[in-house]
C-alpha cells in the first residue's frame, strides 16, 4: 500500500479568465480523514470535483494509489463521491440505490442482497430498503447516499458539504456517525466543507482554502493554535490581532514591540529579525484582573478599558479597548463572576494578561478584506 | 360565521372549476349524448332518423366494424407507425435542446413550435406539391439522379401518409419530452457515472440491433400491407429491412447509448414518453387531412370514413357508431399503455 491514497501535482482549472483553483499541490495518506475547509467560491468543490472525475484539470496530474488518472472518467475511477444532495435516483428504492453500482460492476443475485444488507446495517436504515427516496427523512437520505457510495469499497470517499442540508441538532449527530463510520471501514475520506467547526470535529487533517489554493494545511488543533495567516485566524474561531516588529529574545521566548512600545512575549522561533509582524491570541486564553492585582508571572499583559460586556449564559464576551484604541475580544467563563453584578462593567479599567505559549504570529499579513467569516 | 367563511373558503377551488366543467358540460357532454343516440338510429336524411327511444339500432356497431375493419387497421398502423417515428426523431431532438440547448433552448423550441404558426391544411397541400410527380423531390431523385424508375410516385402510398402524419404530430411529441428531460437533475447523471455506469457498448449493441431489426420490418410490413409502389412485403425486401435497421439501430445503441442514460435519465422521462406518445397516436388515429390530400382510396383511415359518412353520404348512425367504436379503442389502447408503463416505473428498472 503506498503511503499517498490521492496526490494533486500543481493542479489548476480556469472558466475563462475565472482561475477557480490556483496550482494546488496535495497529498493525502491511506485512512485519513482530510477535509477541505473555505468559503464558498474558494475552489474547494471544485478540486473535489476533479479528484471524483467530473471536472478536467486546465493544468496538472491527480493520481489515485500511485496511479494517474487525471483523465479518466468517473466510472473509471476507483472513488466514490457523496454528493451535496445526495442524488439518490427518485425511481428506485433505498436497496436499488444502494445497489446501483454493485450492479453496474456485473455482482449478482445474492451477493447484492448480502452486502446492500450490510451496508443498511452499517448506516443503521435496516428496514428501510423498499422505500423510495420521497418516502424517507433527510437524514435517512444523507445514510442511504453514504451506503450507495461505500458498498462499492472505492479507494477514497468524497464527500461535498454532505451534512448542508441537515438541521443543526442532526448534523451533530451525522458529524460523530460518520466519524464512527470511517473508523469502521477504514475508507481515505475526502471532506468539504464551509463549516469550520464540523471540520475540527471529523478531521485528521484540514487545507483552508482561499482563492483558490490553501492557505494553511495542518491538524485542526495546530489550525486553532498556530494559524499562520490572517485568513486562517480568521477563519477558524475569533483571533484578537495585534501589530508590532520583532525586538530581540528573552528567556525563553522572542519578543516582539507593539504599536505603542508595549513589549510582548511570543514562542520562540516564531519571529525573527525586526520585521513588522501581526501576534494573535484567542479571547478565551486572555484573562481579565484589577489594575492593581498581581499578575502571573512572565505572562504578557496589556492595560485597558472594558466597552462592552454581553453575557452569553456559559461564558461573557467582553470588548476591552487598548492603547493605541485597538479592540480585543476577551471570553471569560462564568464562573468566578457569575451574575450580572459581579461581571465587569463598561468603562472599567482593567488588566489582560495571557501566556506567551498562547500567543501565534502571522508574519505574512495578507490584507484585512480578505478576513471572511462565514 | 366563522365556520361560514371556512365552508366558502373551502369551496373557492371548486367554484374556480365551475366555467370549466361547464364548458365541459356544454361542448363535451352534451354532443357525445347526441352522438350517442345517433349512433343507435336508423333512417338517412331524406326519409328522417328514428332515434331512441324509438329504436335501438345496436346492429349499426358490428355492422360498421366489419365494413370498415381495413380502415381501421391503416388507422391503427399509421397512427402507430407515426407515434414510433416521431418518437424515434423527437427523442433525440428533445434531449439535445434539454442538455446541449445552453442559451439556444429558447429559440429552438420555438423553431419546434414554428409550423404551427401556418394552417396545418396549408402545410399539407405544400407536401403534397413538393411530394407531388411533378414535384421537386421526384424532380430531383427521379429525373435528375435517376435513382427510381418513372412510374415511381410517393403521393398516394402510405409512405407519405405515414410521413405527413410524423410531420404534423412531431411537435406534440417533442414539447413533452422536453419538459420532462428538461426537469431530469443533471447531479442525477453524474451520480450514476460515479456508480460505475459507463458505456453501454454490447447492451446497447444488441438491443440497438433489435429495435432497429423490428422497427424496420415494422415499417416495411406496415406500409407495404396495403400497397406501395404495387408492391407488398416480399421475403427478400423484409430481410433487407431487417439487416439495415438491425445495423443502424446496432450502431446507434453502441455508440450513443451510455448506461447513464439507460438507468436514470431514460426511467426519469418516461413520463414525458408517455404523454408524448399519447399527444401523437391520439390524434394521428383520427386524422383524415393527411390521407385524404397525401394518400390514395387504398390509404383511407378510419377518419376520413366518418368524415365522408357524416359529410357526404349524411349516414349518421353508421359515422357516429364508427366514431363511438374509435374512442373507445383509444380508451383501451391508453389504459393498457398506462399499465405496462406506470408498472415498468414502479419496478424501477431493474437490472
Known amino acids: ?374 | 360565521m366563522g365556520q361560514l367563511i371556512h365552508r366558502y373558503r373551502a369551496a373557492i377551488p371548486w367554484l374556480l372549476m365551475l366555467p370549466g366543467l361547464a364548458w365541459l358540460a356544454v361542448f363535451f357532454v352534451v354532443p357525445n349524448v347526441q352522438m350517442l343516440l345517433f349512433s343507435l338510429s336508423e333512417g338517412t336524411l331524406l326519409t328522417g332518423f328514428t332515434t331512441p327511444p324509438d329504436t335501438w339500432s345496436f346492429d349499426n356497431f358490428p355492422g360498421a366494424v366489419t365494413r370498415y375493419s381495413g380502415n381501421f387497421v391503416n388507422s391503427i398502423v399509421y397512427g402507430g407507425l407515426a407515434t414510433i417515428l416521431c418518437f424515434l426523431i423527437g427523442y433525440p431532438l428533445a434531449y439535445g435542446i434539454a442538455f446541449r440547448g445552453g442559451r439556444y433552448k429558447s429559440l429552438l423550441l420555438f423553431l419546434v413550435i414554428a409550423p404551427f404558426f401556418t394552417s396545418f391544411l396549408i402545410r399539407t397541400i405544400s407536401w403534397r406539391i413538393i411530394l407531388g410527380n411533378d414535384g421537386p423531390f421526384l424532380g430531383i431523385i427521379r429525373d435528375v439522379l435517376g435513382l427510381v424508375p418513372d412510374n415511381f410516385s410517393v403521393i398516394g402510398t402510405p409512405l407519405a401518409v405515414v410521413g405527413g402524419l410524423t410531420y404534423e404530430f412531431l411537435p406534440f411529441m417533442v414539447l413533452p419530452l422536453y419538459v420532462s428531460l428538461e426537469k431530469v437533475d443533471r447531479r442525477l447523471v453524474e451520480a450514476a457515472q460515479d456508480l460505475y455506469a459507463g458505456p453501454w457498448r454490447r447492451g446497447g449493441a444488441i438491443t440497438g440491433a433489435l429495435l432497429g431489426g423490428f422497427l424496420a420490418v415494422a415499417l416495411q410490413v406496415g406500409l407495404g400491407y396495403s400497397q406501395f409502389v404495387g408492391e407488398t412485403a416480399t421475403p427478400g425486401l423484409v430481410a433487407l429491412a431487417a439487416l439495415v435497421g438491425a445495423t443502424a439501430g446496432g450502431l446507434v445503441g453502441a455508440s450513443m447509448v451510455s448506461q447513464a442514460f439507460l438507468r436514470v435519465t431514460l426511467p426519469l422521462s418516461l413520463p414525458g414518453v408517455f404523454a408524448g406518445s399519447i399527444l401523437t397516436f391520439i390524434p394521428s388515429i383520427g386524422d383524415y387531412v393527411n390521407a385524404h390530400l397525401l394518400g390514395s382510396p387504398k390509404t383511407q383511415m378510419i377518419g376520413n370514413v366518418i368524415q365522408g359518412r357524416f359529410l357526404e353520404q349524411n349516414d349518421y348512425p353508421t359515422a357516429a357508431a364508427l366514431a363511438f367504436i374509435l374512442m373507445a379503442a383509444i380508451l383501451v389502447a391508453i389504459f393498457v399503455y398506462a399499465r405496462v408503463l406506470g408498472t415498468e416505473e414502479l419496478s424501477g428498472g431493474r437490472a
Not at chain 1, 491511506?30 to 464558498?40: A, C, D, K, N, Y
Not at chain 1, 478565551?284 to 504578557?300: Q, S, Y
Open chain 1, 1 to 374: 500500500m503506498p503511503d499517498v491514497d490521492v496526490r494533486l501535482s500543481k493542479v489548476a482549472k480556469t472558466y475563462g479568465d475565472v482561475v477557480a483553483v490556483d496550482y494546488i499541490d496535495l497529498e493525502v495518506h491511506p485512512g485519513e480523514f482530510f477535509s477541505l475547509l473555505g468559503p464558498s467560491g474558494c475552489g474547494k468543490t471544485t478540486t473535489l470535483r476533479m479528484i471524483g472525475g467530473f471536472e478536467q484539470p486546465t493544468s496538472g496530474l491527480i493520481e489515485l494509489q500511485g496511479q494517474d488518472v487525471t483523465w479518466l472518467a468517473p466510472y473509471q475511477r476507483n472513488v466514490n463521491t457523496v454528493f451535496q444532495n445526495y442524488a439518490l435516483f427518485p425511481h428506485l428504492t433505498v436497496f436499488e440505490n444502494v445497489a446501483f453500482g454493485l450492479r453496474r460492476r456485473g455482482v449478482k443475485g445474492d451477493d447484492v442482497k448480502t452486502r446492500v444488507a450490510d451496508m443498511l446495517r452499517l448506516v443503521q436504515l435496516e428496514g428501510f430498503d423498499r422505500r423510495k427516496p420521497t418516502q424517507i427523512s433527510g437524514g435517512q437520505a444523507q445514510r442511504v447516499a453514504l451506503a450507495r457510495a461505500l458498498i462499492n469499497r472505492p479507494a477514497v470517499l468524497l464527500l461535498d458539504e454532505p451534512l448542508g442540508a441537515l438541521d443543526l441538532k442532526l448534523r451533530k449527530q451525522m458529524q460523530v456517525e460518520l466519524k464512527r463510520i470511517q473508523q469502521e471501514v477504514g475508507i481515505t475520506f475526502i471532506y468539504v466543507t464551509h463549516d469550520q467547526e464540523e471540520a475540527m470535529t471529523m478531521s485528521d487533517r484540514i487545507a483552508v482554502m482561499n482563492k483558490g489554493h490553501y492557505e494553511q494545511l495542518a491538524d485542526p488543533e495546530t489550525l486553532y493554535e498556530r494559524p499562520t495567516t490572517r485568513f486562517v485566524a480568521g477563519f477558524l474561531g475569533i483571533s484578537n490581532l495585534l501589530n508590532g516588529r520583532g525586538d530581540g529574545t528573552a528567556d525563553a521566548y522572542a519578543l516582539v514591540r507593539l504599536a505603542d512600545d508595549t513589549m510582548v512575549r511570543v514562542p520562540r522561533g516564531s519571529v525573527t529579525g525586526s520585521g513588522a509582524v501581526q501576534l494573535g491570541v484567542r479571547p478565551e486564553k486572555i484573562r481579565l484582573h484589577d489594575p492593581g492585582a498581581t499578575t502571573p508571572e512572565r505572562h504578557n499583559r496589556l492595560a485597558g478599558t472594558v466597552r462592552d460586556a454581553s453575557y452569553m449564559g456559559v461564558s461573557t464576551q467582553y470588548q476591552v479597548e487598548i492603547a493605541g484604541g485597538a479592540r480585543v475580544t476577551v471570553y471569560e467563563q462564568n464562573v468566578e463572576r457569575a451574575t450580572r453584578s459581579e461581571l465587569w462593567a463598561p468603562g472599567e479599567q482593567v488588566q489582560l494578561t495571557w501566556s506567551p505559549d498562547h500567543t501565534f504570529v502571522i508574519t505574512d499579513p495578507t490584507p484585512a478584506a480578505d478576513e471572511a467569516a462565514e
